[in-house]
């Protein structure tokens, strides 16, 4: 039996008051978005359902889980000490996000 994995874990339990974090990365799609495709109904045979909000849109659904999400990341990182209390500035936070489609027609 190999007993580097065991010794290893081993360390780490001991050091892990010393343990911190330090940066995080996120790796997000958005949430219910209404779709951008215009033929869908090529896609299946039921009918899809409208929506009132327009072509690639967050849906009321997907606006919620959106603020679930923001509520559940800021508090575990402001638990962490990775971001203040309040709005952090723009030296304290990236954000990147792309617009490429990711449907095509």
Known sequence: ??????????????????LYLKQVVILS?????TPLSKTLSQSSPKPWPTWNEKPGYLTPKGTLLEGFMGDYFYTWLYQENLLPQGCPSENEFYVYA???MQVSD
Do not use: F, G, W, Y
Not at 2 to 17: M, Q, R, V
């Open 98 to 100: 792309n617009t490429d």
């Open 1 to 18: 039996m190999d007993t580097k994995p065991i010794l290893i874990l081993s360390a780490l339990i001991l050091n892990s008051e010393q």
């Open 29 to 33: 799609r958005h949430n219910v978005r």
